[in-house]
T-cell receptor, first 117, second 111 residues
């Protein structure tokens, strides 16, 4: 399947700092990328849909000013957690959909484990 | 009612057993269906897409029943390495449509 990378894989930061996570599709173009969050022993929760060249669409309850998303190219989307707090500690996973794909499969990045102290 | 519902599990089976997971979805306009597996503390990985005619990949068989809005995954001859959480995923809309994930069913295969 298609390959999606995420960077960094793990980050530990102090409360109040901002953290930027990158999501790249390595061998395909993705007009749409998705950002998920997963707390321990819970299911994936969609945070926002990132559209190349336009504003992201946020799910209900997700603060767009806190979770800044930029999708500047067909292979890169970034999520910035601004003024992070301990309750933001979670596993953040991005996924991308191959525009050339037939069945709308999503391919996931390896995730970023964020710990806010 | 959740948009995608899965068997709550967990399923604990011996090696070699056959196990089946079920998933129902509420949106009749759903277009694409998938099974993903997720290992502990890892990202979900696509296991297989689910086609209307049903499809098989080795020990894994997926079925779709649009009339009943029901998807299934059958695993034959379970291996220890099959232990994971299996996620049912439903997509509707255009290529830009978002997917909805079930909560997952946990499978543990024991020696």
């Amino acid at each position: 399947g298609a390959v999606v990378s995420q960077h960094p894989s793990r980050v530990i930061c102090k409360s109040g700092t901002s953290v930027k996570i990158e999501c790249r599709s390595l061998d395909f173009q993705a007009t749409t990328m998705f950002w998920y969050r997963q707390f321990p022993k819970q299911s994936l929760m969609l945070m926002a849909t990132s559209n190349e060249g336009s504003k992201a669409t946020y799910e209900q309850g997700v603060e767009k000013d806190k979770f800044l998303i930029n999708h500047a190219s067909l292979t890169l989307s970034t999520l910035t957690v601004t003024s992070a707090h301990p309750e933001d500690s979670s596993f953040y996973i991005c996924s991308a959909r191959d525009v050339g794909g037939t069945y709308n499969e999503q391919f996931f990045g390896p995730g970023t484990r964020l710990t806010v102290l | 009612r959740k948009e995608v519902e899965q068997d709550p599990g967990p399923f604990n089976v011996p090696e070699g057993a056959t196990v089946a997971f079920n998933c129902t979805y509420s949106n009749s306009a759903s277009q694409s269906f998938f099974w993903y597996r997720q290992d502990c503390r890892k990202e979900p990985k696509l296991l297989m897409s689910v086609y209307s005619s049903g499809n098989e990949d080795g020990r894994f068989t997926a079925q779709l029943n649009r009339a009943s809005q029901y998807i299934s995954l059958l695993i034959r001859d379970s291996k220890l390495s099959d232990s994971a959480t299996y996620l049912c995923v439903v997509n509707w809309g255009t290529n830009a449509g978002k997917s909805t994930f079930g909560d997952g069913t946990t499978l543990t295969v024991k020696p």
